[in-house]
T-cell receptor, first 113, second 118 residues
Framework: GENVEQHPSTLSVQEGDSAVIKCTYS??????FPWYKQELGKGPQLIID?????GEKKDQRIAVTLNKTAKHFSLHITETQPEDSAVYFC????????????FGSGTRLSIRP | GAVVSQHPSRVICKSGTSVKIECRSL??????MFWYRQFPKQSLMLMAT?????????EQGVEKDKFLINHASLTLSTLTVTSAHPEDSSFYIC??????????????FGPGTRLTVL
């Protein structure tokens, strides 16, 4: 089955700097890669996703890249702000009504003022 | 749009009692709902997948008689933790998939329910 690995597990970044979180997946049939932000005591919220027919997607300060050949995908947050502090999860899934979303282990991002 | 609610947000119960958690899709019909469990500082662990009108499919290692799931309508799924024990204390999160909104596999998550068993 699908396996998603995520690094780093913790990341501390100076406010204003960029943060990068990387994930790899094992199932080449996966074609949907969402990223979730989870704040303390809350459910995960989708912040951006990318599908396998594109290599990069950007939404304001957040961007995701996908390398299907290497089975890597990354989240980039630029100009980080204190409210970006949270746990971020990458995930992978296939386009099938029976497919589950497989989550990475999470990255705890802390923004230093 | 695509809002999922959970009730209650927090529940404390005595060991041996049963607890029911509700998950509702507020502005769309959810053909499939998922139940996850999350321990502190860990990722989400899928417990079961439920399709409206049919029996839930449980992940390996999840006791179906312990965690009863009912998906009676396209907007409501319930998880009942039966004969709860302290080791069942956790953060339970549901999600819903529409099938006709967003990516076919896009899931919309609820805010979670913190269960504490004394």
């Amino acid at each position: 089955g699908e396996n998603v690995e995520q690094h780093p597990s913790t990341l501390s970044v100076q406010e204003g700097d960029s943060a990068v979180i990387k994930c790899t997946y094992s199932d080449s049939a996966s074609n949907y890669f969402p990223w979730y932000k989870q704040e303390l005591g809350k459910g995960p919220q989708l912040i951006i996703d990318i599908r396998s027919n594109v290599g990069e997607k950007k939404d304001q300060r957040i961007a995701v890249t996908l390398n299907k050949t290497a089975k890597h995908f990354s989240l980039h947050i630029t100009e980080t702000q204190p409210e970006d502090s949270a746990v971020y999860f990458c995930a992978a899934s296939k386009s099938s009504s029976a497919s589950k979303i497989i989550f990475g282990s999470g990255t705890r991002l802390s923004i230093r003022p | 749009g695509a809002v999922v609610s959970q009730h209650p947000s927090r529940v404390i119960c005595k060991s041996g009692t049963s607890v029911k958690i509700e998950c509702r899709s507020l502005d769309f019909q959810a053909t499939t709902m998922f139940w996850y469990r999350q321990f502190p500082k860990q990722s989400l662990m899928l417990m079961a997948t439920s399709n409206e009108g049919s029996k839930a499919t449980y992940e390996q290692g999840v006791e179906k008689d312990k965690f009863l799931i009912n998906h009676a309508s396209l907007t409501l799924s319930t998880l009942t933790v039966t004969s709860a024990h302290p080791e069942d204390s956790s953060f339970y999160i549901c999600s819903a998939r529409s099938g006709d909104r967003g990516h076919p596999n896009e899931q919309f998550f609820g805010p979670g329910t913190r269960l504490t068993v004394l």
